[in-house]
């Protein structure tokens, strides 16, 4: 079993819909909890950044974390063509120790 | 705005010659850097972690001789991949850490194409 778990899609959704996306983790240890978006032959980009349990939100953007579930989601509202792109989740122990990655969720947002 | 920059942003060489990536913290001094590879619709797939003024550490199944990574100021980690082999051909990608939040920053990637 991975430590970080991931549905790889795709996922398809139209114009303005609600998208979530999500990954369990079996690491009881992580702590910080990532959310980065990566388009084609990019970089990945952070978008969210949440401490242990609770709630971010950032514009259209919301991230939730669930410590007693092991399990982390990223909320997109009005989603965008523009928002088309690989969603990677990633967490860490924190002091410095390695990210752990999902595989990645790829997103389409049609018109 | 960025702050990791990396060079070149794609590269081609031929099968046995070395290739050199630079990546660059452009608004902290990164005393960690990471290097990743990654391979088409796959995940990235640490490779080393490099440390300002001392020797990187460096995965399981990586090689260390075939990846140099030299880290000699605060500010450019490099990767030298030598003897390079189709095989290598894939996306390398390198990031710095803000120990403050425990987040990376990641650079634009480098596409290496060998033939």
């Known amino acids: 079993q991975k430590e970080v778990e991931q549905d790889p899609g795709p996922l398809s959704v139209p114009e303005g819909a609600i998208v979530s996306l999500n990954c369990t983790y079996s690491?009881?240890?992580?702590?910080?909890f990532m959310w980065y978006r990566q388009y084609s032959r990019k970089g990945p980009e952070l978008l969210m950044y949440t401490y242990s349990s609770g709630n971010k939100e950032d514009g259209r953007f919301t991230a939730q974390v669930d410590k007693s579930s092991k399990y982390i989601s990223l909320f997109i509202r009005d989603s965008q063509p523009s928002d088309s792109a690989t969603y990677l989740c990633a967490m860490s122990a924190g002091g410095g120790n390695k990210l752990t990655f999902g595989t990645g969720t790829q997103l389409k947002v049609e018109l | 705005g960025a702050v990791v920059s990396q060079h070149p942003s794609w590269v081609i060489c031929k099968s046995g010659t070395s290739v050199k990536i630079e990546c660059r913290s452009l608004d902290f001094q990164a005393t960690t850097m990471f290097w990743y590879r990654q391979f088409p619709k796959q995940s990235l797939m640490l490779m080393a972690t490099?440390?300002?003024?001392?020797?990187?550490?460096?995965e399981q199944g990586v090689e260390k001789d075939k990846f140099l990574i030299n880290h000699a100021s605060l500010t450019l980690s490099t990767l030298t991949v030598t003897s390079a082999h189709p095989e290598d051909s894939s996306f390398y990608i390198c990031s710095e850490t803000h120990t403050s939040t425990d987040t990376q920053y990641f650079g634009p990637g480098t596409r290496l194409t060998v033939l």
């Open positions: 690491n009881s240890a992580f702590q910080y």
């Open positions: 490099s440390n300002e003024g001392s020797k990187a550490t460096y």
